[in-house]
């Protein structure tokens, strides 16, 4: 089975200043790491995903994401966060060796909210 | 453009009715999947359909049906035996052949229910 868990419900952080959502998953094999937003009554946006390689991912909007194998977390952080950020991400995962379903897994989501 | 395109964007429904949202998609992804949204619970999987005529239930299709007549199209019913139907359904697509199969989704249905 596969799971994602998001500990934080909302994060607040002051516009300019570093910003980390935490995201932490569990996983047979080895796993497929996403991150998505979500804008009020709109779909999911992808942002970045971990396939392999190198820890630090890049994804829009000047995101980021590092990949710890062994505390098994993804988090999603930005150097500078923007008033425009304000929104709900979901981290999702998916194994690898999953090749029957296929499907991601969600987190609950985080609240992010920008202050200006 | 390519896209996944839902509708009706907003849906209310009186108890007892059975009610269809739809999905299409043209971006030729071979997989399509259902998922429910709540409140501070995530999405939660319904349905998915990896080819044309079959499907498979997800974590919570009790309630729900759906069909898959053709690759672009994958609509679901939610039916009166669902006991807690309000909420945001969103519906995705990926690629199939290889790769980590990063969902695309649509802009939602949120149904209500009366």
């Known amino acids: 089975a596969q799971s994602v868990a998001q500990p934080e419900d909302q994060v607040n952080v002051a516009e300019g200043n570093p910003l980390t959502v935490k995201c932490t998953y569990s996983?047979?094999?080895?796993?497929?790491l996403f991150w998505y937003v979500q804008y009020p009554n709109r779909g999911l946006q992808f942002l970045l995903k971990?396939?392999?390689?190198?820890?630090l991912v890049k994804g829009s909007y000047g995101f980021e994401a590092e990949f710890n194998k062994s505390q098994t977390s993804f988090h999603l952080k930005k150097p500078s966060a923007l008033v425009s950020d304000s929104a709900l991400y979901f981290c999702?995962?998916?194994?690898?060796?999953?090749?029957?379903?296929?499907?991601?897994?969600f987190g609950s989501g985080t609240r992010l909210q920008v202050q200006p | 453009d390519g896209g996944i395109t839902q509708s009706p964007k907003y849906l209310f429904r009186k108890e007892g009715q059975n009610v269809t949202l739809s999905c299409e998609q043209n971006l030729n992804h071979d997989a399509m999947y259902w998922y429910r949204q709540d409140p501070g619970q995530g999405l939660r999987l319904i349905y998915y359909s990896q080819i044309v005529n079959d499907f498979q239930k997800g974590d919570i299709a009790e309630g729900y049906s759906v069909s898959r007549e053709k690759k672009e199209s994958f609509p679901l019913t939610v039916t009166s035996a669902q006991k807690n139907p309000t909420a945001f359904y969103l519906c995705?697509?990926?690629?199939?052949?290889?790769?980590?199969?990063?969902?695309?989704f649509g802009e939602g249905s949120r149904l209500t229910v009366l």
């Open positions: 999702a995962v998916r194994d690898m060796e999953d090749t029957g379903r296929r499907a991601l897994t």
């Open positions: 971990y396939i392999t390689g190198d820890n």
């Open positions: 996983v047979s094999g080895n796993p497929y």
């Open positions: 995705a697509s990926s690629m199939l052949a290889g790769g980590p199969g990063e969902l695309f």
